[in-house]
Nanobody, 124 residues
């Protein structure tokens, strides 16, 4: 019911910035999230946003990343600044059809729809 396609990943040097995009089709009555997973590590939640604009950020991000939406373009963005080598990972957007009382979550188990991922590599 929801299709997600990430783009915008690439290779950057430490201190640089990238903006990731997630194009959404299908059911747009959804909660959106951004996640990342590095080799050998668990999938880590970054941020989440509801249609009403409510946003949740993981404390580990420390203000370097931000989420935004463009309703007209049906696109969710992840702006990443001051990138560090430890940010190197596959980045995924995720969606879950919203339900009564649902709220933002950075838990991967809260989402049933996932994009294919886009690789971000940060070098010294």
């Amino acid at each position: 019911q929801v299709h997600l396609v990430e783009s915008g990943g690439g290779s950057v040097q430490a201190g640089g910035s990238l903006s990731l995009s997630c194009a959404v089709t299908g059911n747009t009555n959804i909660v959106m999230g951004w996640f990342r997973q590095a080799p050998g590590k668990e999938r880590e939640g970054i941020t989440s946003i509801r249609p009403d604009g409510s946003i949740l950020y993981a404390s580990s991000i420390k203000g370097r990343f931000s989420i935004a939406t463009d309703i007209a373009k049906n696109t969710v963005y992840l702006q990443m600044n001051s990138l560090k080598p430890e940010d190197t990972a596959m980045y995924y957007c995720a969606a879950e059809i919203i339900s009564l009382g649902s709220y933002c979550s950075t838990a991967a188990t809260a989402y049933n729809y996932w994009g294919q991922g886009t690789q971000v590599t940060v070098s010294d």
